[in-house]
């Protein structure tokens, strides 16, 4: 029974699996973007991102680990070096898949694997802008608007004006009008 086995055997056996991943995983580290099928970048995150978070702590002890995983001194060299200085911020997901077309030969789904940090096209060094809260500026604005215009009325000279009388003699000019034509 395979109960609660869940990772993805890829119709391998165990030896040709190790291998192929860990093949696999010193390529990504080297290149820092391959090129397979998606079935195989699944189940290469799931190899390759424990052994990023170990290069985080740079002891002899992590080291042999992930040297007992990988088996390639220029991958662990690059691992530990550039790699980890460039994720050392990041709290997890280090890699990306970026789906393909399938491939001509057996139709089979095809997928970039990429180190997160290192794709030029989706990392920016912008700080991240905060989110404008329109309420709380807008009663800001008021109250900033309101000071400057007590400030304005309090230096403005006080004259008095006389009103205009316009509208009375209208109104008495309809009434008399009116009364001439007898309503």
């Known amino acids: 029974m395979r109960h609660g086995k869940k990772f993805n055997h890829l119709s391998r056996k165990a030896a040709h ?12 580290i080297e290149h820092k973007r391959i090129k397979t099928t998606l079935a195989k970048a699944k189940a290469l995150r799931v190899y390759v991102e424990p052994l990023i978070t ?12 992930v040297f007992s ?14 790699v980890a200085t460039k994720i050392a911020d990041r709290p997890g997901g280090y ?6 077309s399938n491939r001509l030969g057996d139709n089979a789904q095809m997928a970039f694997i990429e180190l997160v940090d290192y794709n030029e096209e989706y990392t920016t060094d912008k700080p ?6 329109r309420a709380k500026s807008k009663k800001v604005e008021d109250v900033a608007h309101a000071v400057e215009e007590a400030v304005v009325v309090e230096d403005a000279p006080v004259v008095e004006e006389t009103p205009v009388v316009t509208e009375t ?12 034509k007898g309503e």
Do not use: G, P, V, W
């Open 128 to 133: 991240k802008r905060k989110k404008a809260r």
């Open 17 to 28: 699996r190790k291998a192929m991943l860990a093949n696999m995983a010193c390529s990504l």
């Open 54 to 65: 170990k290069s985080k702590d740079d002891t002899t002890h992590s080291r042999r680990t």
């Open 69 to 82: 995983y990988l088996k390639q001194k220029q991958a662990i060299t690059e691992l530990f070096s550039d």
């Open 169 to 180: 003699k209208e109104k008495t000019n309809n009434s008399e009008e009116k009364e001439e």
């Open 95 to 100: 890699t990306r898949i970026l789906k393909l």
